[in-house]
């Protein structure tokens, strides 16, 4: 059948015979047709029947194409693409991180290892039983400054609380006891060893403490003489009245601070202040009665005694 010869009710009689759509234009009517037959028409052919143009054709047959110096090029070409880098993926990136990660615990592992070897070997030349690894957190967890801020007077204070840390004892480091205390002033930390609920983690929990002032073991007694005691004498001589005393439990370090003991610097407190106070007043008698506590026990009329 000429189809390209079929007007156009013809074409779409001929669709509607063979139950295929009747729309759109001759050349798709007409094109619709031909694919029904089996004949491809291409849109070129198709405009080109429409416009009435005849294509050629060379007389050999062959449609020109690329020469045959190009064509080796383009197929080694297409053999040799260039390479590129495959992207990573993410599941890549996660195992360089975790073994990123697991070198990181390893190190530290390491350097915890060598920490506690020597710390171990000076707690045996010191004659120390305390747990090595405890020692070691809370040294990294204590107060590394020695004062925070100044000391505060006690005449400066309508109540001063004022705390004082005492060194560990060598009968202590022996029997296991760790210095989990830090002094700072005004600030006291308290580094409490604990277990996690597996019974086997150690942490240090740190609980911290601010008072008016607060001494290290480093501080001496004419330290806290200067800032207690010193700044109310001129108190006193004004008609003032004073409380100072000590509390703690035993073995804290009271005696050592407060009360009467050769070399100690109780006595020598008690002393200079009233000193200080007796050359101050312009009596030239006996002194007015005073009266002075010394654990528990009474002491009058020593200002005389002191002179």
Same mark, same amino acid.
């Given at each position: 059948?000429?189809?390209? %010869?079929? &007007?156009?009710?013809?074409?779409?009689? #001929?669709?509607?015979?063979?139950?295929?759509? =009747?729309?759109?234009?001759?050349?798709?009517?007409?094109?619709?047709?031909?694919?029904?037959?089996?004949?491809?028409?291409?849109?070129?052919?198709?405009?080109? +029947? @429409?416009?009435?143009?005849?294509?050629?054709?060379?007389?050999?047959?062959?449609?020109?194409?690329?020469?045959?110096? $190009?064509?080796?090029?383009?197929?080694?070409?297409?053999?040799?693409?260039?390479?590129?880098?495959?992207? %990573?993926?993410? $599941?890549?990136?996660? $195992? +360089? %991180?975790?073994?990123?990660?697991?070198?990181?615990?390893?190190?530290?592992?390491? #350097?915890?290892?060598?920490?506690?070897?020597?710390?171990?070997?000076?707690?045996?030349?010191?004659?120390?039983?305390?747990?090595?690894?405890?020692?070691?957190?809370?040294?990294?967890?204590?107060?590394?400054?020695?004062?925070?801020?100044?000391?505060?007077?006690?005449?400066?204070?309508?109540?001063?609380? @004022?705390?004082?840390?005492?060194?560990?004892?060598?009968?202590?480091?022996?029997?296991? #006891?760790?210095?989990?205390?830090? @002094?700072?002033?005004?600030?006291? $930390?308290?580094?409490? @060893?604990?277990?996690?609920?597996?019974?086997?983690?150690?942490?240090?929990?740190?609980?911290?403490? &601010?008072?008016?002032?607060?001494?290290?073991?480093? +501080?001496?007694?004419?330290?806290?003489?200067?800032? =207690?005691?010193?700044?109310?004498?001129?108190?006193?001589?004004?008609?003032?009245?004073?409380?100072?005393?000590?509390?703690?439990?035993?073995?804290?370090?009271? &005696?050592?601070?407060?009360?009467?003991?050769?070399?100690?610097?109780?006595?020598?407190?008690?002393?200079?202040?009233?000193?200080?106070?007796?050359?101050?007043?312009?009596?030239?008698?006996?002194?007015?009665?005073?009266?002075?506590?010394?654990?528990?026990?009474?002491?009058?009329?020593?200002?005389?005694?002191?002179?």
């Amino acid at each position: 059948m000429q189809l390209n %010869k079929l &007007t156009d009710e013809e074409v779409v009689s #001929e669709l509607k015979q063979k139950g295929l759509p =009747t729309f759109g234009t001759k050349p798709e009517r007409l094109d619709r047709l031909k694919k029904f037959h089996g004949e491809y028409a291409s849109p070129f052919s198709v405009k080109n +029947e @429409c416009l009435g143009i005849t294509p050629t054709i060379d007389p050999v047959g062959v449609q020109p194409g690329p020469s045959k110096d $190009v064509a080796p090029l383009q197929d080694k070409a297409n053999a040799n693409p260039p390479k590129k880098a495959a992207p %990573k993926s993410s $599941v890549v990136d996660e $195992v +360089e %991180k975790m073994k990123q990660k697991r070198e990181e615990r390893r190190m530290k592992a390491e #350097e915890i290892k060598r920490e506690k070897a020597e710390r171990e070997a000076e707690n045996e030349a010191l004659g120390r039983a305390g747990d090595v690894e405890f020692d070691l957190m809370i040294d990294k967890n204590r107060i590394k400054q020695h004062l925070l801020q100044p000391h505060v007077a006690a005449s400066e204070l309508k109540l001063c609380v @004022c705390v004082r840390k005492r060194p560990i004892f060598k009968k202590e480091e022996s029997a296991g #006891e760790i210095d989990a205390v830090s @002094c700072a002033n005004p600030q006291i $930390v308290v580094h409490e @060893c604990k277990f996690k609920v597996d019974g086997i983690t150690k942490y240090v929990e740190n609980n911290g403490f &601010t008072f008016d002032n607060t001494f290290n073991e480093k +501080e001496s007694n004419d330290d806290i003489y200067k800032f =207690t005691i010193q700044p109310l004498l001129e108190f006193i001589l004004n008609q003032g009245i004073v409380t100072c005393f000590a509390y703690g439990q035993t073995g804290s370090g009271k &005696t050592f601070t407060m009360v009467k003991k050769v070399g100690y610097f109780g006595y020598n407190m008690i002393r200079k202040a009233f000193k200080i106070l007796l050359s101050e007043t312009s009596l030239s008698s006996t002194p007015p009665n005073t009266s002075i506590f010394f654990g528990n026990k009474k002491r009058n009329s020593l200002l005389g005694n002191l002179a």
